[in-house]
């Protein structure tokens, strides 16, 4: 069971926008920043958000980040069904001083 | 082309040891901390341990699970990480990943560039 709590899976139409949720603690969502990953079937990771808002180069702005206390969100707005795929939220701990991983979410695009 | 290859997977008794290596491209392989990832299957992404550039001290740490059994090495001048796993268990039967830290100053939880991932199997 991860540390980083994720829903298991999320779902919305064609052209909709949805939010993720990462919820964490102190040790970790709430003092470090957040990033997070996506990852189609059968590839590897992705790096989709860093600095809890920041996007790296190529990644679409359809694709946003944000935190409040403990918590983080990703939101994906104008959904395709290529945004179809596992999404996981990451941070630092500062307990165990290593990063974490949520334990992922399924997207579906319906 | 900017790229991590990962190779050495593949089916091996529990008990015995297996070595992957991950190789860089594209990119100043030694300014970078690398760590390995793991995804066993159906489930989400687990990190697995770290080893900081060499001007860092070159220094390692592994999660809990398989601390004591795992090892990072690093060979910058071939740009290869290797995770050289010992005393295997059925449970680490996974996907491995290699990943490239996104920050040359300080590892974090942002890992921008991934190898394609190998395939280990821990059976008898």
């Known amino acids: 069971q991860s540390v980083l709590t994720q829903p298991p899976s999320v779902s919305a139409a064609p052209g909709q926008e949805v939010t993720i949720s990462c919820s964490g603690s102190?040790?970790?969502?709430?003092?470090?920043?957040v990033s997070w990953y996506l990852q189609l079937p059968g590839t590897a990771p992705k790096l989709l958000i860093y600095?809890?808002?920041k996007r790296p180069s190529g990644i679409l702005g359809r694709f946003s980040g944000s935190k409040s206390g403990t918590s983080a969100t990703l939101g994906i707005t104008a959904l395709q069904t290529g945004d179809e795929a596992q999404y996981y939220c990451?941070?630092?701990?500062?307990?165990?001083?290593?990063?974490?991983f949520g334990g992922g979410t399924k997207l579906t695009v319906l | 082309e900017v790229q991590l290859v990962e190779s050495g997977g593949g089916l091996v008794q529990p008990g015995r040891s297996l070595r992957l290596s991950c190789v860089g491209s594209?990119?100043?392989?030694?300014?970078?901390?690398m760590s390995w990832f793991r995804q066993a299957p159906g489930k989400g992404l687990e990190w697995v341990g770290f080893?900081?550039?060499?001007?860092?001290?070159?220094?390692?740490k592994f999660a809990a699970a398989v601390k004591g059994r795992f090892n990072i090495s690093r060979d910058d001048f071939n740009s290869i990480a290797y995770l050289h796993m010992n005393s295997l268990k059925t449970e680490d039967t996974a996907v491995y990943y290699c990943?490239?830290?996104?920050?040359?100053?300080?590892?974090?939880?942002?890992?921008?560039?991934w190898g394609q991932g190998t395939a280990v199997t821990v059976s008898s």
């Open positions: 990943g490239k830290t996104f920050y040359r100053t300080y590892i974090s939880d942002a890992f921008d560039l």
């Open positions: 594209g990119f100043t392989f030694g300014d970078y901390a």
């Open positions: 080893i900081r550039r060499k001007a860092y001290g070159g220094t390692t």
């Open positions: 102190t040790s970790n969502i709430g003092s470090n920043y």
């Open positions: 600095e809890t808002e």
């Open positions: 990451a941070t630092w701990d500062n307990s165990l001083n290593t990063p974490l």
